[in-house]
């Protein structure tokens, strides 16, 4: 694959110009770029050019013309790391159909857990169909019993017969996707987002982000299920004509030192990860040692989780005879709500502000796109001044239209003057956001949200236990965010206790994928608000500052423990 002819400017169109997702396709298949899928090994499964993507994305749609679907209909599509998911969600483009990527999981937290997420998000969705691969059509068949949805295996598809019903597409006020990468599996908020809000964010990424030259090469092993694996690495380097490798997460996960032979042997020059891809990759990179040439990687994003200069200067320093170089480092600013991009640092690499007093200091992540705003407000509404700490708020050409048939959800959010709360803390440093944190509950553990509701809900069916007798929050702790659960209980036998705590771990590990910290407090320990809400911050601070001063006498009198 070579690169695309550049036009003005050096590249090889206005990335403003595309008003759908199927124009800029049609568009990059003029070119001979495209997508190359490696395996676990690092050997090639597939290399697609976008020419061949569109003409069976084009064939596809076709095929689910003739399946009698209405146009705006929603189909789940399991979003594993391989040509038949890109396939399929172009083919939903062209054929008028609304895509909403679901998650492919290895049943981290149990097949049942997999199977009931699937389902909320299909009923959320009301979806009409989901689409997976054929070896879990089982876990389609149980997520869709409850819905209604059809169940399609992608391996299915190319034997169908093409419709012969008009491809009717979208147009730029249409919708494009439902994203569900972010919130609770009990209450999965479907993120909608638009034909136009699609076209400006790519843009804004490509023209204004990653600066992209002609001869880029992209690679990456985030989820396509995750807006910054779906918008950041499949959708974007579409729109400006940019190969791209893929890696799937689950061979990362395995081998993150694969990320960086392949990036070598690719000669890549744009990457995104969150903060624990980069410790990862540099831990085992110095375990094995082998000589690699990373010289031309001149983007080393950082997005999806809070940015840790420790962790970037970690990276940086372990692969310094790679010929990296730490100025490639990107941090940015962004979440699913905005399509993806809202803010990217200023080239150059990381720039660290320590004006609060904190030795770490915080990562500046840089100016909004231009045609955005972003503005820190208390909790009144009312614009903070250059270095207070408050509310991120939102607004531009970027922002979703809305959660999907979710009027109160949206309305939570979504302001009448065109801003939108994005539920983050930060304060402005020269016109530059930086991030301190999350106003919401939700816990980031190495990329994935764990929603504390989901948590507790599974603790207290756990027998003696009754509602309010558990909450759930993070915490840091080596370097990166840690679940922690406390349960209170009256208990005094020391197998008794031991007990519960290897059930709520078991059940923990099930609902959400990780078990974490488990401490048994005593009971009417937890604190609540006035309105008889589990006050989760309250318990954090509590928890920290018993941790941090031993000799104080906890409320949380049970030891702590790190469940299997």
């Avoid at 876990?139 to 299915?156: I, N, Q, S």
């Avoid at 608000?529 to 920290?544: C, E, F, H, I, M």
């Amino acid at each position: 694959m070579t690169a695309a002819p550049a036009g003005p400017g050096g590249l090889s169109k206005r990335f403003a110009d595309f008003t759908t997702i199927t124009e800029a396709l049609d568009h990059a298949a003029a070119g001979e770029d495209g997508a190359c899928f490696h395996d676990a090994r690092g050997g090639v499964d597939r290399a697609l050019a976008y020419r061949e993507l569109r003409d069976e994305a084009q064939g596809m749609a076709r095929r689910l013309a003739g399946l009698g679907f209405g146009r705006g209909d929603r189909l789940g599509l399991v979003a594993e790391t391989a040509p038949a998911f890109l396939i399929a969600f172009y083919a939903c483009q062209y054929a008028g159909l609304i895509p909403c990527p679901l998650p492919h999981t290895a049943y981290l937290g149990g097949r049942a857990a997999y199977e009931a997420q699937l389902a909320g998000m299909l009923g959320a969705a009301r979806a009409a169909a989901i689409i997976l691969p054929a070896s879990i059509r089982g876990c389609g068949d149980a997520a869709a019993a409850a819905t209604g949805a059809r169940v399609l295996a992608y391996e299915d598809l190319a034997s169908l017969p093409d419709g012969d019903v008009p491809l009717p597409g979208f147009g730029p006020e249409d919708a494009a996707y439902i994203q569900y990468s972010s919130g609770s599996t009990a209450q999965p908020k479907g993120v909608l987002i638009s034909q136009r809000a699609i076209c400006a964010n790519a843009g804004g990424i490509l023209r204004h982000g990653l600066r992209l030259r002609p001869g880029d090469r992209a690679f990456s092993w985030l989820p396509f299920y995750h807006d910054m694996g779906l918008v950041g690495f499949a959708l974007a380097p579409m729109f400006g004509r940019c190969s791209v490798d893929y890696l799937a997460a689950g061979a990362f996960a395995r081998r993150p030192a694969l990320w960086l032979q392949l990036m070598a042997a690719k000669g890549s020059t744009i990457t995104y990860a969150p903060s624990f891809g980069y410790r990862l990759a540099a831990q085992r990179f110095r375990s094995n040692g082998e000589a690699l040439d990373l010289s031309r990687l001149r983007v080393a994003g950082i997005g999806g989780d809070m940015v840790r200069a420790d962790v970037l200067a970690e990276f940086a320093d372990a692969l310094a005879a790679t010929g990296f170089r730490a100025e490639a480092f990107l941090p940015s600013y962004g979440m699913a709500e905005a399509t993806l991009a809202v803010t990217f640092a200023d080239p150059g690499g990381v720039v660290v502000d320590q004006s609060r007093g904190d030795p770490r200091g915080y990562v500046v992540c840089g100016r909004p796109l231009p045609g955005h705003a972003l503005i820190v407000v208390d909790a009144a509404g009312v614009a903070l001044p250059d270095g207070e700490i408050g509310h991120i708020w939102l607004r531009g050409p970027s922002l979703m239209q809305g959660y999907f048939a979710n009027p109160a959800a949206t309305a939570a959010v979504m302001r009448r003057d065109g801003f939108m709360d994005s539920g983050d803390l930060g304060y402005l440093r020269d016109g530059r956001i930086v991030v301190t944190g999350r106003a919401k509950d939700v816990i980031l553990q190495r990329g994935r949200n764990i929603w504390p509701e989901d948590v507790e809900w599974a603790v207290e069916r756990l027998p003696p236990l009754l509602p309010g007798d558990a909450v759930a929050f993070g915490i840091e702790a080596d370097g990166e965010e840690v679940l922690v659960t406390l349960i209170q209980c009256g208990l005094t036998d020391t197998a008794a206790r031991e007990g519960l705590r290897a059930r709520a771990a078991a059940a923990i590990s099930e609902s959400v994928g990780v078990a974490g910290r488990i401490v048994l407090v005593p009971p009417r320990s937890l604190p609540f608000t006035s309105s008889g809400k589990l006050a989760r911050g309250l318990a954090r601070s509590r928890y920290l500052a018993e941790n941090a001063l031993p000799a104080v006498t906890p409320i949380l009198s049970s030891p702590e423990t790190a469940a299997p």
